[in-house]
């Protein structure tokens, strides 16, 4: 080999050389090992302190000795349930379908084959990209119903009356007795309660008023200056200020919602930073690798398999369903576990979706504020106090200890269903 | 005799569906799978969408251009009255942090490989590999927190003026980060190499060294090249660490003991901040975002066709 440049060098050099080269290797080898033995010993040294019942138990909180973990804690849970329940069947469909049924007509193979291309290129995208692409189409919907940013929407109540009329408007009052509603356009009014026979609370999406002058205006948030005057934040984000005599007509849209915000069916479009945005989001981010996972995990079936299945009269996707599905299943699940674990550490599109939110609750409904466990972690970092980082310590480390369960999970079903496919 | 043949073929098959039943029950799975299946072309194309619009509606805002976000130097979008978008001390600031973890987790992953495929017992690989899954799978916020918490004041012990957000730390912890993905995809690559190859050169004398840095390595170079392209891909892209770690100062500057924003960090600082929605700053995000796409899109395509290219010479 070495005489191959012209020189010779004497063997003893070249072994010389080995032994040195092996030494290098095996130390740079080793830097990886001590890296995470450093990490992980720093988070330990830093976080066990806090780690206990409480911490997991009890809410954030503006002092380090009382904050805890439980709303970012559950916040994961349910992000990651959304995420998964549409994440799943999503990629392992999708898998089936580029690795099983290649189309024959020209057209359509062509489209097949550049699906199966673009999906590494997907899993290449940053995800923080994919956390712009959740925030313009799941939280915002393109506009197309209004801004879901909630505090700009008044909350109205609507009741009915005994007969038969409606009231709706601002709740200004309440009482046991009567409670008092206010009106763009009729004004302030009080209702007896004994009247009412049923009432709810909407959410106003935009506000349409017309002017004795003939002006037309419409906006999505309305309000009274001291001076009883109303004030409109118009369309085009300018504040209008007008005297309720002058107004000719008014009407209102609502948010297109299901239910109650506290009932568990609770729905509303646009989503919002809600749950069910941030779950949709984090299924952009794992959808590629849960394909690349499972075409491996179907590739790995022996053809002999299909081939068999085929050749006994079975349709294509019998063979599918039968006989490689069933074969494939440990390494689609291995595949699945290690994509939703690399969902429950995602921070960055969260960040993007739903903001940096102090959470005190646990969501009740798809349509509730979330955090999340790198959420929270991310928050107590970034604080400059001591106390905070080693609240953040503790984070990590019982985000390690999920993550660990789920890669142990994996590796003993791989381990449990290991028989060889020949 | 024959009736009786009959019957247990019956008993064989013991539902029987109209074939016309199973046609149109096939071809609606079939639909169904490849609605699943395009639905990563969507996917593609609504980023793609999404992106060129918001970043056409910052381009036509009032004082925004497309020469002087890409031509001018200064980047001061939130700061005094008059803001100005020149994206270079982004793009600088994420080369400078991208430079640096390279400087980690391109060698650093390479030997690594080259010792797991060439020269570790089978054994030793076998517990090696479990651990690199484990530092792959570590969440990148958890990485942030080890640049600012442990490898900055560990920077500043060695060099007093290394401020407290600096690029070198975040750079760093992106390196340990990309190390993982280097390290299995190249050797991948190295195992891809033929058997022949080794042994031919072990029959002409070679060592080990010999055989490893001057047959594998070169044979498989092409693999590594795409290991390197998706890990550099990897660290441009990398959010949560420059987030806590770099800082937020986007200014020209090669100084890794420095604060520097990448454009990543500067897209989770507006997201962060109460920047006015729909306002220039906010929408300035997506310009940043749409470049950082088609960077970090181009930079994937590559390395994937130089992998492919190589799997399919030794395949």
Redesign the interface.
Known sequence: ??GSNGRSRSPRL??W??RA??I???S??G???F??A??IG??VS?GVAHLDRDFLTSYPSRRAASAGFKSALWGSVWLVCVCAAVAL???V??A???EE?APQRRTWRA??S??G?????????????????G???FVRMFGLFG?P?LSMYDQWERVRLQDGTHAAGRLVEQSDQSLVLEHPRDGVRSIVSAAITSRDSIHIRRHKLELSSGRRLAGPHIGRTSEGLLELDTDD?ERVVIDPAEVVSYEYSRVLTIGHPDSFFYFRLPLGGSVLAGGLTLM?VI??II?IACREALRAVPSSLREGSLALGA???QSVRRMVLPAAIPGIMTGCI?AV??A?????PL??VG??LVVFAVPQNLMDDFSAM?LQ??NW??RPQEDF?RL??SG?LV??MV??AF?MLA?VIRQWFHKPLT | MTRHAIHVGAALVPRRRSRARTRVVEGLIVVVLAGCGFFSILVTFAIIGVLLEEARAFFTMPGVSVGEFFLTTTWSPMLGAEKHFGVWPLVLGTGLVTMVSAMVSLPLGLITAVFLSEYAHPALRAAFKPALELLAGIPTVVYGFFALTVITPFLQRIDPSVENYNAASAGLAIGFMCLPIVCSLSEDALQAVPRGLREGAYALGGTRFDVALKVVVPASLSGITAAYLLAIARAIGETMIVALAAGSLAHLTLDPRQPAQTMTGYIVQIFLGDAEALGVEYRSSYAVAALLFILTFVITILGNRVMHRYREVYE
């Open positions: 080999m070495s070249r072994r050389r080995d080269f092996l290098l290797c095996a740079i080898a830097v990886s090992m890296v995470l450093w990490l720093e988070m830093q069947p999503l990629g469909a999708a089936v379908f580029l049924f489209m097949h550049f699906a291309l673009n999906i590494s290129n997907l899993a290449g995208v940053p995800s923080i990209v994919y956390g712009i692409i925030l313009t189409v801004s940013n984000r952009l959808l590629p394909i349709t294509r996707w290690l674990s690399r429950i550490g995602e921070a960055a960040l993007v903001g940096l790198p972690i991310f970092a970034g980082h953040a310590a990590i985000l390690l993550l660990v890669n590796i």
